[in-house]
């Protein structure tokens, strides 16, 4: 097999949907046959090194037009030079497929990662929506077949696209093999002392925008001696937790920490008393996965695709509710033995989205599709 990739996620976004794309051909490049992987990428950059160098091969825009407008080149002038590699199909791993695709006949394959955008269209600005859902809705009805990243997605894609249940394989993601490594003590001890950081403390992890809900976390953790670490980089939305931790005292309960490279951030997983994530909707919720293989204990949102990730023993919460999230957190820390009890659960339940179990249910995929 010969298969192409939109690749731009991968060289170009350091979180999320790159994340998902890096994992998805280091996966299928140590666990399946495939000969070749091309990956058709706008321009260069610097994350080109996390993509194994074997067997693969970066696609740039040939001529100055295309590389003037490598967004065009995307939508309308990649196909041909997909042709020109004679694959044996092709993969959209972030919901977009190059229009004018139907001149050349090969498998077409699309990932769609959630919906959000129009099950939450609050969270979105009007323009944005309306390119998303042109974008996604084209690519639904022009691949061959949709993966989703969770049943949560793929019965979204059916009511908002009206797409046939056949046409639609669940394949869930997996994860960076550093939140699968044991640290030594004096690695993790490092880390806490570099962060300031106390030896029990509160763990979130995702970028600090409305729908991940930080808010009543802060809050719940207002009048307690609790410590919390938020990871992420800023939105607008960042501006409300600073001016409410800054109004109520807690600069000295909350640490905001961005920018952490991906070893640092397994160890900051591993240190830390629990991980919770009051988010009101995601497609998956890959920092879930994170930190079950972290053996860290898991507080989440009830409903939605939460329990497809978190399992049957993570403590649920409704992320509205500032005294339940409470509750649940003084729980977590005055149970250390149920806490011990639910990460090892935790850690039992995330071993069905291990690599080798991802790459054998993409190559069935594959081969059944291309």
Request: with cysteine; charged share 25%.
């Amino acid at each position: 097999m010969r298969i192409g990739y939109d690749a731009k996620r991968i060289f170009h976004n350091r979180t999320g949907l790159g994340n998902y794309g890096r994992d998805i051909i280091r996966i299928l490049n140590e666990y399946t046959p495939i000969e070749e992987f091309f990956l058709f990428n706008t321009r260069r950059a610097a994350v080109d090194s996390f993509v194994p160098s074997v067997k693969t091969t970066v696609v740039y825009p040939k001529n100055w037009f295309w590389k003037t407008f490598p967004s065009l080149w995307r939508l309308f002038g990649q196909w041909k030079q997909i042709k020109s590699y004679k694959l044996s199909g092709f993969h959209g791993l972030s919901g977009e497929i190059p229009i004018q695709f139907w001149e050349y006949d090969i498998p077409k394959i699309v990932t769609i990662h959630d919906l959000i955008f129009l099950s939450h269209p609050q969270y979105y600005k009007v323009w944005d929506r309306i390119i998303y859902k042109l974008k996604f809705r084209y690519a639904v009805k022009m691949a061959d077949h949709v993966i989703a990243i969770s049943e949560q997605t793929k019965s979204d894609i059916i009511t908002y696209f009206k797409t046939e249940p056949n046409k639609i394989t669940v394949i869930y993601q997996g994860c960076n093999d550093a939140y699968k490594q044991s640290y030594g003590d004096e690695e993790r001890e490092a880390v806490r002392k570099k962060h300031g950081l106390p030896k029990e403390y509160i763990i979130n992890v995702g970028t600090l925008q409305e729908r991940k809900n930080v808010l009543p976390l802060i809050k719940a953790i207002h009048g307690t001696d609790y410590h919390l670490v938020l990871i992420g980089k800023n939105k607008k939305y960042a501006k409300k937790l600073y001016s409410y931790v800054e109004k109520n005292g807690l600069q000295n309960q909350v640490s905001f920490l961005k920018n952490i490279d991906v070893k640092e951030l397994a160890i900051l997983y591993q240190n830390a008393t629990v991980f919770c994530y009051p988010s009101i909707c995601e497609g998956f919720g890959i920092p879930i996965i994170e930190a079950m293989y972290s053996k860290t204990p898991v507080i989440v949102t009830k409903g939605g695709c939460f329990p497809e990730a978190a399992g049957p023993d993570a403590i649920y919460i409704d992320p509205k509710n500032v005294a339940d999230i409470k509750e649940k957190l003084e729980w977590i820390f005055n149970n250390p033995e149920e806490r011990k009890r639910i990460a090892e659960k935790g850690y039992t339940y995330v071993q069905r989205f291990s690599d080798d179990k991802v790459g054998e249910n993409l190559m069935n995929l594959y081969k059944a599709i291309l």
